[in-house]
Every structure is written in C-alpha cells, then in structure tokens.
C-alpha cells in the first residue's frame, strides 16, 4: 500500500500511542526511506509481523520491511545504550541490517547522567509531568542550554571528554542539591555508553541531505512522528508534554530538509482518546467504561507498562491537530474496540467553567482541566470489524461515526484500521 505523496509525515493527534507504528508499517510498504525527527526511546512502537511483536524505541519500525533505508535524524536524542540494544535484538531475530540504518551527525546524544537526573528530578518534583523517566527532558534541556554532546562529537576524542565533563559535572552539581548521591555506576554506565562512539559514529550521515538526494531521484520517504499533537512543547498540554516539537513542521527542522519537501500529512487518532502520565484529559470516562475500554483496547503503555486513561474521541484535540499539523488525511485506529457498544459519544466542543461553550483547544492548561465536553451520542455498531477491508463493508453506523469523525476535525479519513495485524487496515478511496 503506498503512502499517499512523496514525502509524507506522520503524526498523532492524540496524546501518543494512537497506533502510529502499525500505520507507518502498513505506509512503508510504499516508500524507500523511513525517519524519525524527534523523541528519543520514550517512544514505544508496537508491532506486530506475522505472530511475532516487536517494540521499537529508537528505530523506526521501517526497519521491518526488507531493504527500506531508516534513519535517525537531528531532532532526536539518541540513548546509544538503548538503541543498539535494540540494534542487536533485530539482528538476533534476523532482520539484516546492513547498510540500512543511519543517525545524524547533528543528533543531540542522550548519556547516562541524563536518565539519573530525569529520575531524580522526577521523584523529588511536587508538581510531577509523568516522564518516562528515560532522560529525554534532561537531553533536550542539555540542547537548548547548548552544552549537549552531538553524535558528530565522538570523532574528537578530545573535545568529547570535555564536554561530556562540563556537562556531567553540573548534572552532579543538581542531583548533590536533589538530596542524591551519584554512584560509581554512573562512571560504569559513562564508560559503556561511550565506548559504542565508535560504532555508532560508523553509522553517521548527513540526513537532510541523504533526504533530500532522494526525493530528487525519486524516491518516496516518510516522516515518523512520536508522541502525539496534545504532547508538542508548543502547542500540547504544557507542562504536561514532552520536550520536543511532535507536529509536523518538526520533521522538516528535525531531518533537515525544507518544509516544502513535505506534500502529504497524515494524522493518527485512535478512535476513541487515551493518556499516559499527568495533565489534564476532557473526555475520560467514568471509571467503569475506563476499565472496559483498558481492557479492549490493551492500554498499558509499550515503554513503561503504564495503565492509560480513556475516554471518549475528542474533536476538540483532532481539530485543533488538523489545524497545527496541517493535516492531509486522518488514519482511524482500533476502530474494532469499539465493536460491542451499544452508544458512543462524540465530544463536539468544550463547556468552560463560566458556561460559554468554546470549540478551540484552550492554551491554558488550568482551564482544560476544569471544561466538560459538550457530546453527542451516536449508535453503536455492535458487529465485529476486524475482518473488514473496504470501507463499503463496515457497519453503517461505524461509517456514520468515521463520517463524522472527519467532518468534525476537518480532515477527511484516509485509513481505519480494524486490529492490531498488518492486514487488519481498510484504504479509504
Ligand atoms: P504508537 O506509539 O502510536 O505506535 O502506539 P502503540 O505502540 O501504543 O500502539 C498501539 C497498540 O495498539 C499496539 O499494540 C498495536 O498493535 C495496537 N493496534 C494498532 N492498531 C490497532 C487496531 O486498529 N486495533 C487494535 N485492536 N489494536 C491496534
């Protein structure tokens, strides 16, 4: 199945896990290359090949596909540790890798120092964001106070102790106030982290132009976004987000190549909302519903094993989404959870404290913990949809829901996918 474009992005539109990776898979089919262009290992792609699953944190889920070329580009933070553990663990199931994976030279390196502060700080915050814990925050932070150690910076031993001793040292200076004490482990941890420069510097390229060569011979590429729309540093649920642009414009300055190399965007949205970690969530269901959707759904979080919260499909968030992101068409996941209820409900827009009813998503956080979605209920289906592959064959009222799915968010439905298998998608013409 080919992406629509030749040089697609995709993106959530939700807070994250919305089945991204089973999309890209399903896309990649089409394309020569596959990038991702920002997060770092928090990202959890689950996948599923055959009977085999497969979770990816750090290379894209491309890498599946046989001969496709992945690459990491320079918005990522990269965990050298994490992701050649991932590396080998490919290789030891037998997908070969060889000449098909490449990092960015320009790419921000996530070391040791950054996963113990991320946790320290975590633990000791009063007001918590509910990171992975993984030292993505800290990473990013090393990158905007421009003392981060680029992968470009393993090839200069030299300039490499120094600024991986400035920067570790004031780490220790912050976890010493935090009230925790370093341990010789992180040395251990340091010295195993950098002693992968060498081969990790064996896969480093100049991305953007790696790109950008090949959209000129012709080649299809896709972006592959992580977290989701609600989660951008920008435009998310600030604080509660995570530390990197998650929208679409982030793949151009991500990757580095100009955003009008981008021609098609594709945003994500499960078919109904989760959430993972703290912030405020409008349309979470009631406690009951939360269990069954959880349960159906399977909604514990691919990196952390974390229960997520549920709730109803938001228009509000996938509007706003279509808006920031661009967004040339919707894929619709997980359709099939919904399968067995008797209603849905849709939320339209959002009730604000004082009675007036907004259909914007707020900027301030506060507010949005405190709006009640406005709703309307639509019928169930009450069919299985898992073995539907045209969209002429799904339930009329699960074509009424995708209808106005697209109709409220402003972005027509391109996918639904019916189940967590490669097969289980359905193109929409
Ligand atoms: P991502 O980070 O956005 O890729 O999301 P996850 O890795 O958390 O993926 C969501 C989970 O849902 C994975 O276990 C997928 O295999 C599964 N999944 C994806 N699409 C569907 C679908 O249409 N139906 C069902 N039932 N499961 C799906």
């Excluded at 964001?129 to 932070?141: C, D, K, L, N």
Aim: aromatic share 6%; hydrophobic share 40%.
């Amino acid at each position: 199945m080919a992406a629509q474009g030749r040089c697609t992005v995709i993106v959530g539109c939700q807070w994250g896990d919305e089945g991204k990776g089973k999309i890209v898979d399903v896309l990649t089919e089409g394309v020569d290359i596959v990038a991702r262009y920002q997060g770092g290992a928090n990202a959890g792609h689950t996948v599923h090949v055959g009977e085999d699953e497969f979770v990816l944190h750090q290379i894209p889920s491309g890498i599946l596909h046989d001969g496709k070329r992945c690459l990491l580009g320079n918005g990522v933070v990269l965990d050298i540790q994490q992701f050649f553990e991932e590396y080998d663990a490919l290789v030891a199931r037998g997908i070969d890798l060889r000449g098909r994976v490449g990092v960015s030279e320009r790419a921000q390196l996530l070391l040791p120092y950054h996963r113990l502060l991320d946790k320290a700080v975590e633990d000791t915050a009063v007001q918590k964001i509910g990171t992975t814990g993984r030292g993505i925050g800290p990473a990013y932070e090393d990158k905007a106070g421009r003392r981060g150690v680029r992968v470009v910076d393993l090839g200069n031993r030299e300039q490499l102790e120094k600024r991986v001793r400035i920067a570790q040292e004031r780490v220790c200076r912050r976890l010493e106030q935090l009230g925790v004490a370093t341990t010789e482990e992180l040395d251990t941890a340091m010295a195993e982290a950098l002693g992968l420069g060498d081969r990790l510097l064996a896969l480093a390229t100049d991305v953007g132009r790696n790109i950008t060569s090949a959209l000129l011979d012709g080649k299809r590429v896709l972006l592959e976004g992580a977290q989701g729309t609600a989660l951008d540093l920008d435009h998310g649920t600030y604080p509660f987000v995570t530390s990197s642009n998650t929208t679409a414009a982030a793949a151009a300055t991500g990757t580095g190549i100009g955003p009008t190399s981008i021609d098609t965007v594709i945003g994500v949205a499960k078919a109904y909302t989760t959430r993972v970690g703290e912030g405020p969530f409008p349309t979470a269901f009631d406690p009951k519903m939360d269990e069954r959707i959880r349960t159906l759904g399977g909604e514990f979080g691919a990196t952390t094993g974390r229960p997520r919260r549920c709730g109803w499909f938001d228009s509000v968030l996938a509007r706003f989404a279509a808006q920031v992101n661009g967004l040339t068409g919707l894929a619709v996941t997980k359709l099939d959870v919904l399968d067995t209820l008797h209603e849905l409900q849709l939320a339209t827009g959002y009730r604000m404290p004082d009675g007036t009813v907004i259909d914007g998503f707020p900027a301030d956080t506060w507010s949005l913990s405190r709006v009640v979605p406005v709703y309307e209920t639509l019928p169930g289906w009450e069919e299985p949809t898992g073995e539907v592959r045209k969209l002429e064959s799904l339930p009329a009222n699960a074509r009424a829901y995708l209808d106005r799915i697209a109709e409220l968010a402003n972005a027509p439905v391109r996918w639904v996918s019916v189940g967590s298998k490669r097969s289980q998608i359905i193109e929409v013409a």
